[in-house]
């Protein structure tokens, strides 16, 4: 990616979404790691289809958690959530 073009992350294929309930977990096979998430975690996920762009997600995380985080704490969370499924092998 260039630095003037827009992050538009990109989950692995491989990684499996687990529902159990209230709560989510991935699976990811290929490392044999199991990665709890909150909501927040699991929509930044749902997000990270290699189309949405960080801008394009904090808007629509903003919409879904309206009035829980705002603005400076949203976009922060994003980029920590992104950073921690790179860290850990998740993203392509």
Known sequence: ???SEPEMPKGRSDVSVIDYGKETVLYDARNKSVHALNPA???IWRHCDGA???????EALADEFSGVVDGPDLERDIHTAIAQ???QGLLE
């Open 41 to 43: 975690a699991m929509s």
């Open 85 to 87: 499924f790179r860290e």
């Open 1 to 3: 990616m260039r630095a």
């Open 52 to 58: 949405t762009t960080v801008t394009a997600l904090k």
